[in-house]
C-alpha cells in the first residue's frame, strides 16, 4: 500500500501562486506515476497533470503554461507549482499514484482545498 498526504492549500488573490506537496509513503517503490487532479464544488474530478517515473509530464489544457508538477529524485514525493492562478482552479487538490503492473489510479490523498479569490 502507498499512503499519499498533501499540503500546502490555502486561499490566494487571483494571479498569485500556491505550492502543493504531496508526500507518499509505504510502497513506493512500487509508484510508476503520480499526478495530480482536482474538484470544484458541484463539478466532477477532473485531472490535472501526470509525472512518470521516467520523467514524463503531460498537462491538462486549462492548467498548461501557468502549473508546474515535479518530483524528488527518490519520487516519494511531487510538488505542483501553480503561478497566474484564476478563481476558476478553486478546487480541492488531490494526488494519487498509479502501480506497476496497474491501470488506473491505485492510492489517493485526502485532497487539499486551494480558494483564489477574484
Known amino acids: 500500500q502507498v499512503q499519499l498526504v498533501e499540503s500546502g492549500g490555502g486561499l490566494v488573490q487571483a494571479g498569485g501562486s500556491l505550492r502543493l506537496s504531496c508526500v507518499a509513503s509505504g510502497n513506493r517503490l512500487s509508484i510508476d506515476a503520480m499526478g495530480w487532479f482536482r474538484q470544484a464544488p458541484g463539478k466532477e474530478r477532473e485531472w490535472v497533470t501526470t509525472?512518470?517515473?521516467?520523467?514524463?509530464?503531460n498537462y491538462a489544457e486549462s492548467v498548461k503554461g501557468r502549473f508546474t508538477i515535479s518530483r524528488d529524485n527518490a519520487f516519494t514525493a511531487v510538488y505542483l507549482q501553480m503561478d497566474s492562478l484564476k478563481p476558476e482552479d478553486t478546487a480541492v487538490y488531490y494526488c494519487?499514484?498509479?502501480?506497476?503492473?496497474?491501470?488506473?489510479?491505485?492510492?489517493w490523498g485526502q485532497g487539499t482545498q486551494v480558494t483564489v479569490s477574484s
Open positions: 494519487a499514484t498509479s502501480l506497476i503492473r496497474t491501470s488506473g489510479w491505485n492510492y
Open positions: 509525472i512518470t517515473r521516467r520523467g514524463n509530464i
